[in-house]
């Protein structure tokens, strides 16, 4: 197997992870509240932290063969910076666009008595 082959073929599991890691994240079937929400956050990171995991095998794989040419060396950093990318615009897009409204912040109150004829 040439070592361009053994990159295009890790390139290959990359994609399936970013895939799957979508796929993974769109299946998590629920009502639409806090823990399907944290579900699906997490079947997605999960799945993005194995994607990133396969692109730095890939960039060595890349970087590690003496005399790689120079486009397999690039072809090999192509799936960490798509992953970081993803991961970077999903962040983005939470903080960004989080429709949630703020929680109110309560005032804090000196404690008071007792009403007259609670406590014998």
């Known amino acids: 197997m040439r070592r361009a082959d053994i990159v295009y073929a890790l390139i290959v599991v990359w994609a399936l992870a970013i895939g ?7 299946a998590v079937e629920g009502p639409r509240n806090l823990d399907t929400g944290f579900k ?7 799945g993005q932290l194995l994607a990133f995991g396969v692109a730095l095998v890939t960039a060595a794989a890349g970087f590690a063969f003496a005399g790689a040419a120079r486009r397999i060396r690039l072809i090999g950093l192509i799936p960490i910076g ?7 615009g999903s962040t983005a897009a939470f903080l960004l666009f989080n429709e949630a409204d703020p ?18």
């Open 20 to 26: 799957w890691s979508l796929w993974g994240a769109a």
């Open 40 to 46: 699906k956050l997490d079947v997605f990171f999960k």
């Open 82 to 88: 798509l992953t970081v990318l993803v991961l970077a």
């Open 103 to 120: 929680t109110p912040s309560t005032q804090t109150r000196m404690p008071t008595a007792p009403a007259d004829g609670a406590v014998d």
